[in-house]
């Protein structure tokens, strides 16, 4: 599945109105050091140096809701809501 197919769908274990806005392959690099930040499914550690994938959220009506990272798109596949 390529990863604008996630757009639309809602996360595991979020409110009704919060779904996918956007997924996209991202890796961020800052010349000062690097930045780490817990997988949204399996909570691994993930330096945002290397490559994963960056979800935005959306909540209905009100826009931009949050950023997700996951450690890649198994990950990001199993923290959608299958149903």
Request: proline residues 4%; glycine residues 6%; charged residues 25%.
């Amino acid at each position: 599945m390529t990863l604008s197919k996630y757009t639309g769908r809602h996360p595991r274990d979020a409110n009704d109105g919060v779904r996918i806005g956007r997924a996209v392959q991202h890796h961020h690099w800052h010349p000062n050091g690097t930045r780490s930040e817990p997988c949204a499914n399996c909570e691994s550690t993930l330096s945002l140096h290397e490559r994963h994938v960056l979800v935005t959220l959306v909540e209905d009506n009100l826009g931009d809701a949050a950023r997700r990272y996951l450690c890649n798109e198994t990950c990001l596949s199993e923290w959608v809501d299958e149903t």
